[in-house]
Nanobody, 122 residues
């Protein structure tokens, strides 16, 4: 079992930055891939960025060059540094965990946090 708790969301102006955190407890954290998704009102959950247990990172095209995903296994935490934020980044952000490798399909994930809201004003 893995429990995930997101934090760090909030309201920011366009061009600003936020750092989201996904804190994990339960199973062996270092053996899990952690991925961030976002979901806007009435929209499907979309892949944002993921980091495997091997530290390989993946990004959606829409966030490449703006977002950075990283992990600190000693703190059981994954971070999503979000820079140059745009109004279209506004959504609820969720982190999810599965064994080893990143998958883009959200159905492949076993564990989810409850989300943190990010709102970017224009």
């Amino acid at each position: 079992q893995v429990q995930l708790v997101e934090s760090g969301g909030g309201l920011v102006q366009a061009g600003g930055s936020l750092r989201l955190s996904c804190a994990a407890s339960g199973s062996i954290f270092s053996g899990n891939a952690i991925t961030w998704y976002h979901q806007g009102p009435g929209q499907e959950r979309e892949f944002v960025a993921g980091i495997s247990s091997y530290l390989t990172t993946y990004y959606a095209d829409s966030v490449k060059g703006r977002f950075i995903i990283s992990r600190d296994n000693a703190k059981n935490t994954v971070y999503l540094q979000m820079n140059s934020l745009k109004p279209e980044d506004t959504a609820m952000y969720y982190c999810a965990a599965r064994e080893r490798t990143v998958a883009r399909n959200p159905d492949m994930y076993d564990y989810w946090g409850q989300g943190t809201q990010v709102t970017v004003s224009s």
